[in-house]
């Protein structure tokens, strides 16, 4: 357990949509931001990829992989002077299948998903990671990406039984080996939990801590599993993650919190002790403290959120 088993179970991907872009130059697709995630995958050929935000453009070619955490809007075409379509025009009513665009020059195949989640409980993850992922073929983490791609094609190509579920379920493993791929190369310039992950000796305490989050931990026994001393522990903690590991450990006990408040009905007596609370009033005071509000009224905001 680390923290982005955490992450990703309380993100609740509620939806997954996708749809398989045949493209001959010249031609140009423009996609509008919005909540959900974007991920791309250039199964043949090569295109221009133009991200809001970033400001040189990308080229993309056949193996490589995009993820848009944030959202944020982008642009796909052959050539940079070629004009755009709006998504929304083309797309509209062929989720899940195939979309020809352009004309008979050089052709490009590549698919475009889109998922939505729990914005809320995605925030630790959200917060670390670039506007842009991109993930070229050559790299050694995306070799990892070689199998989800191959199954990708085949889904989006050829549609079968249970394809949508299934595309759906690799958009995920997508996400998570982009993500793993970022952090093997950026890992060393950066800070927080995420980079963190990667370190040798701070890594094993981080997971110790995810994995038994009620655990009554101190900074000796963390220390103990990063086989440092304690002083050496608590440094290169702060380096590393940019806070004290008590104050990232009750970050992330109440992130939890947080998450069993809004997607259940646990009694927050209950919810205290699974995160290591003895008492209920101990537990409320820290919510709040890190919340802003108390655990009833998160409850009730989550569930508005809900339902709204």
């Given at each position: 357990m680390d923290p982005l088993d955490d992450v990703f179970a309380a993100m609740r991907v509620r939806s997954a949509l996708y749809a398989r872009l045949e493209a001959g130059a010249p031609w140009g697709l423009s996609l509008a931001g919005g909540e959900s995630a974007r991920f791309g995958l250039v199964v043949r050929g090569g295109c221009l990829l133009e991200v809001e935000g970033v400001a040189q453009q990308v080229a993309l070619a056949a193996g490589d992989c995009y993820v848009l955490a944030h959202g944020t809007p982008y642009v796909l075409r052959d050539h940079p002077n070629t004009p755009t379509v709006s998504c929304t025009s083309v797309v509209r009513d062929r989720i899940g299948g195939l979309v020809e665009l352009g004309g008979t020059g050089t052709a490009a195949s590549v698919i475009c998903g889109w998922f939505h989640f729990d914005q809320r409980a995605a925030q630790p993850l959200l917060a670390l990671l670039p506007v842009l992922l991109h993930v070229k073929m050559e790299q050694a983490r995306a070799l990892a990406l070689q199998g989800t791609l191959q199954l990708l094609a085949m889904e989006t190509g050829e549609p079968g039984l249970g394809s949508s579920l299934l595309v759906s379920r690799l958009?995920?493993?997508?996400?998570?080996?982009?993500?793993?791929?970022?952090?093997?190369?950026?890992?060393?310039?950066?800070?927080?939990?995420?980079?963190?992950?990667?370190?040798?000796?701070?890594?094993?305490?981080?997971?110790?801590?995810?994995?038994?989050?009620?655990?009554?931990?101190?900074?000796?026994?963390?220390?103990?599993?990063?086989?440092?001393?304690?002083?050496?522990?608590?440094?290169?903690?702060?380096?590393?993650?940019?806070?004290?590991?008590?104050?990232?450990?009750?970050?992330?006990?109440?992130?939890?919190?947080?998450?069993?408040?809004?997607?259940?009905?646990?009694?927050?007596?209950?919810?205290?002790?699974?995160?290591?609370?003895?008492?209920?009033?101990?537990?409320?005071?820290?919510?709040?403290?890190?919340?802003?509000?108390?655990?009833?009224?998160?409850?009730?905001?989550?569930?508005?959120?809900?339902?709204?």
């Open positions: 958009a995920d493993i997508v996400f998570v080996q982009a993500v793993r791929a970022h952090v093997a190369a950026n890992g060393e310039s950066q800070t927080g939990w995420l980079a963190a992950l990667a370190d040798a000796r701070i890594g094993p305490a981080l997971r110790a801590m995810h994995k038994d989050i009620a655990h009554g931990w101190t900074v000796e026994a963390l220390a103990g599993a990063a086989s440092l001393s304690r002083s050496a522990f608590a440094q290169r903690f702060r380096e590393r993650v940019g806070q004290s590991p008590l104050e990232y450990l009750t970050q992330w006990r109440m992130f939890k919190a947080g998450n069993m408040l809004g997607q259940g009905d646990a009694a927050v007596g209950a919810i205290a002790s699974a995160v290591g609370y003895e008492s209920e009033a101990a537990f409320s005071k820290a919510f709040k403290r890190e919340k802003g509000i108390a655990p009833g009224a998160w409850r009730a905001a989550a569930r508005e959120g809900a339902t709204a």
